[in-house]
Nanobody, 127 residues
Framework: QAQFVESGGGLVQPGGSLRLSCAAS????????IGWFRQAPGKEREGVSC???????????YYADSVKGRFTISRDNAKNTVYLQLDNLKVEDTAVYYC?????????????????WGQGTQVEVSS
């Protein structure tokens, strides 16, 4: 089945770092756009970051204002995996993090028209 498998979450203190992985299963990344999303208890899902590829060596990345400068998205098509490096984590970053795919990054702020969602990985930032 075509879906993602997220991993790398855990418990970390404020200011700490984590590296999340999003492995594609049942399909290849190709030129697909991949987005990272998160959802905290009682809150709506929000887009965190998105990466798209328009050519063999051309990539475009997007970040939510709340994570810009702290999170970094990357992809390794050979490994069929997308990564999200989380640095300088804050308590408000606590959420379940998901990844999904679309032809481009349009609407990544809410995940509109994204698919192949995984089960997510829990990130908890606490002192």
């Amino acid at each position: 089945q075509a879906q993602f498998v997220e991993s790398g979450g855990g418990l970390v203190q404020p200011g700490g770092s984590l590296r999340l992985s999003c492995a594609a299963s049942g399909f290849t990344l190709d030129y697909r756009a991949i987005g990272w999303f998160r959802q905290a208890p009682g809150k709506e899902r929000e887009g965190v970051s998105c990466i798209r590829q328009s050519g063999s060596y051309t990539y475009y990345t997007y970040y939510a204002d709340s994570v810009k400068g702290r999170f970094t998205i990357s992809r390794d098509n050979a490994k069929n995996t997308v990564y999200l490096q989380l640095d300088n984590l804050k308590v408000e970053d606590t959420a379940v993090y998901y990844c999904a795919t679309r032809r481009d990054c349009t609407g990544y702020g809410t995940g509109r028209d994204f698919g192949s969602w995984g089960q997510g990985t829990q990130v908890e930032v606490s002192s």
